[in-house]
T-cell receptor
């Protein structure tokens, strides 16, 4: 079984809809991250969480919100999706003892029409 | 601010050719440097890393040396295989205040295609 899982793997939605992307991990890591990947732009950090009570904005947090329901679960929400949020979204985790090595989920491909 | 610049792709090579993917960085403080690889349809996985100047990271025949004087971390492999076809990302993180911050800054990625 994969250590970091994301659901759904693919989603097509319409402008204005609320969408939630979920991430779960079995690695026992305390730190979790959400990134988006766009062609030619690499990965950009949306939000990150160092533990259940510590959530921080990344470089592109506008239009997104997150919830850390438990150490193992970190959800990303788009309250009102817009077409320029069409992208590949990745969740990642790390261990506070080795925080510079991150472990990524398989990604969620989101299309907003 | 911190930034990472990779050579533009895509890069197309024949099997057994020599590979270089250039990466340079700008950072405040003393970064750790990484190469991540993304195979088709998968998430990123760590390929190698180096945490201080002159360190060499290596894995699966790939190597990269942390060059502080040229602010570079170029990825090399002596003989590529078809299975090396993937997207390669250079990245850095800054250790802040003596504790590892953990936030990664990525380059834009370089697509590598290796033909038989």
């Amino acid at each position: 079984d994969a250590d970091v899982t994301q659901t759904p793997r693919n989603r097509i939605t319409k402008t204005g809809k609320r969408i939630m992307l979920e991430c779960s991990q079995t690695k026992g890591h305390d730190r979790m991250y959400w990134y988006r990947q766009d062609p030619g732009l690499g990965l950009r950090l949306i939000y990150y969480s160092f533990d259940v009570k510590d959530i921080n904005k990344g470089e592109i947090s506008d239009g997104y919100s997150v919830s850390r329901q438990a150490q193992a679960k970190f959800s990303l929400s788009l309250e009102s999706a817009i077409p320029n949020q069409t992208a590949l979204y990745f969740c990642a985790t790390s261990d506070y003892r080795v925080t510079d090595t991150q472990y990524f989920g398989p990604g969620t491909r989101l299309t907003v029409l | 601010g911190n930034s990472v610049t990779q050579m533009e792709g895509p890069v197309t090579l024949s099997e057994e050719a020599f590979l270089t993917i250039n990466c340079t960085y700008t950072a405040t403080g003393y970064p750790s440097l990484f190469w991540y690889v993304q195979y088709p349809g998968e998430g990123l996985q760590l390929l190698l890393k180096a945490t201080k100047a002159d360190d060499k990271g290596s894995n699966k025949g790939f190597e990269a040396t942390y060059r502080k004087e040229t602010t570079s971390f170029h990825l090399e492999k002596g003989s590529v295989q078809v299975s090396d076809s993937a997207v390669y990302f250079c990245a850095l993180s800054i250790n802040a205040g003596g504790t590892s911050y953990g936030k990664l800054t990525f380059g834009q990625g370089t697509i590598l295609t290796v033909h038989p």
